[in-house]
């Protein structure tokens, strides 16, 4: 942090800097964890003041939240299940994070997690909080219902978010999307997320039960710490069969995105079509649909020509 000058608006932004600088080294000299970042110090000089901290060589989990660069399966949910134990640490230290999101979550080339970023912290064993703390921390797209209320937070809205996260790197998408930030909010309190498994049929129905359970807007329902969230991750995990993993067919997709009836459609949502569907090449004279037939499938020609009779003509 450079200091500026002391006038009231620039005072008043370093005097924030400032509490979140030191409100992170304070907690974070508590935490030792293997899958959360170690701070080693903090200097505060006359005009400027830094942190020293680990260095990851790594990539932030944000970079793999797009439909074509999600990771495999198996290792997003090995990530997460380390995620999940790393919470459950903290908290046992009296620490809930509250802005739990991929851009937070750093892994390299091994998939080794370190959570970063606690300066938004609070220490839940405080009896009161900092003012620097109120309502609008946090990245709303990955915050629990409770924390969009202002509601007294516990590792509960961590794994919440973690849940969300979850979820985006299975799918490519949020479970809540919307247009306005008051749409989103509206969603978040009253909608229920969609099945994870039906938007990537790749993921095992099992999931699905573990991300309701994380996002879960009642608080007695939701997982009551990392370490049972971890744990029924680790009995899907090893329901995967890593050697089942193919990359995203890019092709199909870009052949998708360029047909009229897709226009309208977001690009994760041409992609969720792609996955849902059958691919295939059907031969010349060949019955695709009989007239009177109950089936709610439908077809899309991606090359070629039909001829439809419709009461025989």
Not at 201 to 213: F, G, L, N, S, T
Not at 292 to 302: A, K, Y
Request: net charge negative.
């Amino acid at each position: 942090i450079q200091f500026g000058d002391k006038n009231k608006d620039e005072g008043k932004w370093t005097r924030r800097q400032m509490k979140l600088l030191t409100t992170e080294s304070a907690i974070a000299k508590r935490l030792d964890h293997p899958n959360i970042i170690k701070f080693y110090d903090v200097v505060v000089e006359e005009t400027r003041a830094y942190l020293v901290m680990e260095f990851v060589d790594g990539q932030p989990l944000d970079q793999f939240c797009s439909f074509d660069r999600m990771l495999p399966i198996h290792r997003t949910v090995s990530i997460v299940f380390k995620c999940c134990l790393a919470l459950d640490y903290a908290y046992r230290q009296g620490i809930v994070h509250r802005d739990i999101k991929p851009a937070n979550i750093m892994i390299d080339s091994k998939d080794n997690v370190k959570i970063t970023d606690f300066g938004l912290a609070i220490n839940v064993n405080k009896k009161t909080h900092d003012s620097t703390f109120i309502m609008g921390v946090g990245s709303p797209a990955y915050m629990s219902p409770e924390q969009i209320k202002s509601y007294p937070l516990n590792q509960k809205t961590d794994l919440y978010s973690l849940g969300v996260v979850l979820f985006h790197l299975l799918t490519g998408r949020l479970p809540f999307r919307a247009k306005h930030p008051a749409q989103l909010v509206y969603k978040i309190i009253n909608a229920e997320p969609p099945s994870v498994s039906q938007l990537n049929p790749d993921v095992p129905e099992q999931m699905d039960a573990i991300i309701r359970k994380a996002l879960e807007k009642d608080l007695y329902s939701r997982y009551k710490n990392g370490a049972d969230m971890a744990k029924d991750l680790s009995a899907v995990r090893y329901k995967i069969v890593d050697e089942n993993y193919v990359a995203p067919d890019t092709t199909s997709f870009s052949v998708l995105r360029k047909l009229t009836f897709f226009t309208e459609f977001e690009d994760v949502e041409v992609w969720e079509a792609l996955r849902i569907s059958a691919w295939v090449e059907i031969e010349a004279g060949a019955t695709i649909m009989r007239e009177g037939d109950t089936d709610s499938r439908f077809g899309i020609i991606l090359d070629g020509e039909v001829e439809i009779s419709s009461g025989g003509r």
